[in-house]
């Protein structure tokens, strides 16, 4: 209970500072966001659902039958009390309003009717709930504070460094240009539902929660939050708007032109109209000036990092569910770099970052250890030398390629194969209580 608590008074803290921070420049924080959606039409209505859902894994099957219809009444009344009114969803979904009010009632009820054990594990999933959409609702505010504040950025920096890859957001961005809107649309799936696919695969994890009554000590949730919650973080520190936007200055070649429709001020911004079609070449890179609207969210690739989290989790599941879980990270790497979203060391570094934070919370849940340590240490260490080599070795990356892409390759197998040595053929074991000494019986 200490632990939760303090959790939950970190979170809490966390958000009045991004509360204060978002005022200051004039944008709703996300605790302003969150209480809107109690009566407001909610940015995304999938969301709270998500989060409903994330909460029933506590109750029993008639009390999820409850609170599921109790969530579709409620968005009926909004519906309908909307209509009534004349107003119009012109922003986000009609519905979800239902889901937020049924966690929040959980938690109400959790408080006036409940005691003990059974308190605290339905607090524990209206928390979980509830951590799914203020993980969601301050990430966005990361990125925009991340245009509002960082007005130049490091893409020329990242393209030069590319090269030691061999510049695969060009290449995979014409491969999947040349299957047409039909591969483009099936990539654009996967990588837009990757919140969905999380959370059916922490449901799998958190199947058993209700028949338990107890939570296990490490799943996929924590994982996805914290990545969330640390990864906007370090687009503060290396703030990159990606090939699309840097190198994309038009969309006529794209594959799916009306998808993206770019403003006269991102083409304006762009260096050149050189995506997917003519690398850029190896020169002097330097900082260059950006809008104040297109978010710095490219390294690390944090769509890379929740797919690596998935595989990851998926590892020890039956065969099904670990062919979706490779799936999926395969699609959403070819997305992420085919779509112009991302370079090739965005991707590398993302992959190091989930290794990283997905040791230190396995550590931290089953107990730390040598070998543990030692992952997350080396794992920092190479997630800091890369972004250091990006921004001051770029060249000599480029000019060097044979031997820096390797280098790259090997520095990140490196941080897997610890990962895997460590954690991945069986959980860590915590260090066991100690026993109580026997007493003599009274004669």
């Known amino acids: 209970m200490i632990l939760w608590a303090a959790a939950g008074a970190l979170v809490l803290g966390f958000q009045i500072a991004m509360e204060l921070a978002a005022h200051r ?20 209505g999938y969301l709270l659902y998500a989060s409903l ?41 009609p519905f979800g309003n239902g889901a937020l009010w049924v966690v929040l009632g959980c938690g109400v009820v959790a408080v006036t009717r409940r005691t003990g054990a059974e308190r605290v594990l339905l ?74 696919a999380a959370v059916l695969f922490a449901l799998y994890r958190l199947r058993h929660v209700a028949v338990e009554r107890r939570f296990p000590r490490h799943h996929l949730v924590r994982t996805f939050l914290v990545i969330g919650l640390l990864g906007p973080a370090i687009y503060m520190i290396f703030p990159v708007v990606g090939p699309i936007y840097a190198y994309g200055g038009g969309s006529e070649n794209w594959a799916s032109p009306d998808h993206w429709s770019q403003s006269p001020s991102v083409v304006h911004w762009a260096v ?27 390294m690390p690739s944090l769509h890379t990092a929740w797919s690596v ?44 970052f989930a290794l990283t934070i997905e040791a230190a919370l396995r550590s931290q849940a089953y107990g730390w250890n040598r070998a543990g340590l030692l992952v997350v240490a080396h794992g920092a260490a190479v997630f800091a030398a890369l ?4 921004r001051w070795l770029p060249v000599e990356m480029a000019e060097h390629a044979w031997v820096a892409g390797p280098l790259l390759l090997l520095a990140t197998a490196s941080v897997v194969y610890g990962y895997v040595r460590a954690f991945g053929r069986r959980e860590p074991s915590a260090v066991p209580a100690p026993r109580a000494e026997p007493q003599p019986e009274p004669a």
């Open 53 to 93: 859902v994330l909460t029933m894994v506590v109750l029993t099957w008639r009390q999820r039958f409850i609170a599921t219809g109790l969530a579709f009444g409620i968005d009926i009344a909004f519906v309908l009390v909307r209509w009534a009114l004349g107003i119009e969803v012109t922003e986000g979904d």
């Open 309 to 352: 989290a998935i595989f990851v989790h998926s590892r020890k599941a039956p065969r099904p569910i670990r062919y979706a879980g490779a799936f999926w990270l395969v699609a959403t790497l070819t997305a992420t770099v085919g779509f112009g979203y991302h370079y090739g060391v965005d991707l590398v570094a993302g992959v190091v």
């Open 123 to 196: 607090l524990k999933g209206v928390g979980l709930g509830l951590l799914l959409v203020a993980g969601r609702k301050t990430g966005d505010l990361w990125l925009l504070l991340t245009a509002e504040t960082r007005h130049t950025v490091l893409d020329q920096y990242v393209a030069t460094a590319d090269h030691a890859l061999g510049n695969p957001s060009w290449v995979i961005g014409r491969i999947v240009y040349s299957t047409g809107p039909a591969g483009y649309r099936f990539l654009e799936f996967v990588y837009g539902q990757l919140a969905v």
């Open 272 to 298: 050149a109209d050189w995506w997917p079609e003519t690398p850029p070449p190896v020169g002097v890179p330097e900082p260059m000036p950006y809008d104040s609207v297109t978010a710095r969210n490219c």
């Open 25 to 44: 420049y004039g944008l709703p924080g996300p605790l302003t966001n969150q209480a809107r959606e109690v009566l407001a039409a909610p940015k995304s």
């Open 387 to 390: 972004l250091s080599s990006y």
